[in-house]
T-cell receptor, first 112, second 116 residues
Framework: GIQVEQSPPDLILQEGANSTLRCNFS?????LQWFHQNPWGQLINLFY???GTKQNGRLSATTVATERYSLLYISSSQTTDSGVYFC??????????????FGQGTILTVHP | EAGVAQSPRYKIIEKRQSVAFWCNPI?????LYWYQQILGQGPKLLIQ????????DSQLPKDRFSAERLKGVDSTLKIQPAKLEDSAVYLC??????????????FGEGSWLTVV
């Protein structure tokens, strides 16, 4: 099956700093989503971005599908940005039926 | 618009007991997923329904796990008998349709299971 690798595994920032999270995937995709998992366990959709660039406030994401990677940018980080960020993809080929395969996540801690 | 609803939110059971989790997807969503997330890992798909039919249950431990989606709306995931390694968060998700562009998947808050 498709492999998804996220880096870095852990990231510690001071409030106000910028960061970049990376997601590499091993095959072509027709769905790529970035999620933020809050302390209560819920996965919050950040972006649906199988290709191109999107921005939402302090967050933006870019997926270069031909090179099989996606980047999530967080600018002017706040303590509320802390949590786990997951990249998840759906393999465009095969028999994945639309299911998402998740990476291992990046644990972000933002200190005041 | 209401999101994906799950219950119970938390459950503690002894090993070898049984437990059931319930999910109500977003209205109109044909595809429903159950994921298992063990602490420190990303979620893993257990089973996927399209309406009330199963399209992928390849990672469901069928000797102890079962799931159904009667009438193509609500779904129930059951574990019987539970093992210690089943301690995890069980996440339900739904999407409008499967395998196509623009198919954003939305997750519920999850059901936390602790097996002691």
């Amino acid at each position: 099956g498709i492999q998804v690798e996220q880096s870095p595994p852990d990231l510690i920032l001071q409030e106000g700093a910028n960061s970049t999270l990376r997601c590499n995937f091993s095959d072509s995709v027709n769905n790529l989503q970035w999620f933020h998992q809050n302390p209560w366990g819920q996965l919050i959709n950040l972006f649906y971005i199988p290709s191109g660039t999107k921005q939402n406030g302090r967050l933006s994401a870019t997926t270069v599908a031909t090179e099989r990677y996606s980047l999530l940018y967080i600018s002017s980080s706040q303590t509320t940005d802390s949590g786990v960020y997951f990249c998840a993809v759906n393999n465009a080929g095969g028999t994945s039926y639309g299911k998402l395969t998740f990476g291992q996540g990046t644990i972000l801690t933002v200190h005041p | 618009e209401a999101g994906v609803a799950q219950s119970p939110r938390y459950k503690i059971i002894e090993k070898r007991q049984s437990v059931a989790f319930w999910c109500n997807p977003i209205s109109g969503h044909a595809t429903l997923y159950w994921y298992q997330q063990i602490l420190g890992q990303g979620p893993k798909l257990l089973i996927q329904f399209q309406n009330n039919g199963v399209v992928d249950d390849s990672q469901l431990p069928k000797d102890r796990f079962s799931a159904e989606r009667l009438k193509g709306v609500d779904s129930t995931l059951k574990i019987q008998p539970a093992k210690l390694e089943d301690s995890a968060v069980y996440l339900c998700a739904s999407s409008w349709r499967q395998g196509l562009s623009g198919n954003t998947i939305y997750f519920g808050e999850g059901s936390w299971l602790t097996v002691v």
